[in-house]
Nanobody, 125 residues
Framework: QVQLVESGGGLVQPGGSVRVPCAAS????????IAWFRQRPGKEREFVAA????????DYADSVKGRFAISRNNAESMVTLQMNRMTPEDTAVYYC??????????????????WGPGTQVTVSS
C-alpha cells in the first residue's frame, strides 16, 4: 500500500505563494488518484484539489480555483500543490491523500483511504 508524506508549508504572507510537495512510497503512484484536503482552525476537513492517476483530469474546490494548481510526477512518486495569491482564510493543515485509480479515470472528491500526516500552512503578515 502507498505511504504519503507532506513537506514544505510554514508561514506565508498574504498574497504570497507556497509549494507543498507530497512524496509517495511503498508502491507505484500511477495506480492511485491523489487529492489534497485541508482542515482550517475550528472547521471540518474539506476537499481542495484532486488529480487523476494519469494526470489528465483535475478538479478544484471553488474557493481555490484559479489560485491553486495540483500536479504529479509518477516517475518521481511526487504530487505537488502550488498555492498562489494566498489569504488568511487559506491557513490550515494540508493533507495529501490517495485512493485506488478509478475505472473511468476521473478524480473524485471522496473515497480516499490513504493519508499523510499533514503539514501546517499559516498565512499571516
Amino acid at each position: 500500500q502507498v505511504q504519503l508524506v507532506e513537506s514544505g508549508g510554514g508561514l506565508v504572507q498574504p498574497g504570497g505563494s507556497v509549494r507543498v510537495p507530497c512524496a509517495a512510497s511503498g508502491c507505484s503512484l500511477d495506480g492511485y488518484t491523489i487529492a489534497w484536503f485541508r482542515q482550517r482552525p475550528g472547521k471540518e476537513r474539506e476537499f481542495v484539489a484532486a488529480i487523476s492517476h494519469g494526470g489528465t483530469v483535475r478538479d478544484y474546490a471553488d474557493s481555490v480555483k484559479g489560485r491553486f494548481a495540483i500536479s504529479r510526477n509518477n516517475a518521481e512518486s511526487m504530487v505537488t500543490l502550488q498555492m498562489n495569491r494566498m489569504t488568511p482564510e487559506d491557513t490550515a493543515v494540508y493533507y495529501c491523500a490517495a485512493r485506488s485509480r478509478t475505472v473511468t479515470g476521473m478524480a473524485p472528491r471522496t473515497g480516499y483511504n490513504y493519508w499523510g500526516p499533514g503539514t501546517q500552512v499559516t498565512v499571516s503578515s
